[in-house]
């Protein structure tokens, strides 16, 4: 059985499987594996952690998911399923968006293995800054597009804010530097 882990909350880590995450609107949830990958959910979305051993296995039913996926041993797998497609993660920074039947993976860094649902045969991969979409039609050969430099960029932005990478300098909150009472 499931459990469903309470929406409110951030989880800084994700020890056990199976569990159901879901995001509302205006919240995101920040997920820490054991592996040492992250991830950073976006507003209404739902994720399902299937498996964490040996593999990590995800299934992504709706909404938007950044995700930083360390390089393991090539006996371990990260894997996301979406309504149709299996992502097969080959360490990277990437983030895929799930509309009703339409899946958006978008790579920053490294390279993301796609593999249809029902039959398990790879469709293609798709390399750093490079974007799909698939949809429920899954026409092939799989419509790959390079990324723009400003879509490089404002993905760069996106996983920084999330942080999910260093080197990027994070806009910080307002800090009070002194203060004095007024009487």
Do not use: H, Y
């Not at 490294?110 to 698939?134: I, M, N």
């Not at 400003?150 to 760069?156: A, P, Q």
């Amino acid at each position: 059985p499931s459990a469903i882990v309470p929406s409110e909350r951030l989880i800084s880590r994700i020890e056990t499987a199976p569990k159901i995450i879901k995001t509302i609107s205006e919240q995101n949830q920040k997920i820490a594996f054991p592996d040492g990958s992250a991830i950073f959910m976006k507003e209404n979305s739902a994720l399902e952690v299937k498996s964490l051993s040996p593999d990590t296995e995800l299934i992504l039913n709706r909404g938007e998911v950044l995700f930083s996926v360390i390089k393991s041993a090539p006996e371990r797998n990260f894997i996301i399923q979406t309504p149709v497609v299996k992502i097969q993660v080959l360490g990277t920074l990437f983030k895929v968006n799930v509309q009703e039947k339409n899946t958006e993976i978008i790579v920053l860094e490294g390279a993301v293995q796609l593999k249809d649902v029902l039959r398990d045969e790879v469709l293609g991969t798709v390399k750093e800054s490079q974007k799909l979409v698939v949809t429920g039609d899954l026409i092939l050969p799989l419509p790959i597009n390079t990324l723009l430099q400003e879509e490089i960029n404002i993905l760069k932005k996106e996983f920084a804010l999330a942080t999910l990478i260093k080197g990027i300098p994070v806009p910080k909150k307002p800090q009070i530097i002194w203060w004095r009472e007024i009487k």
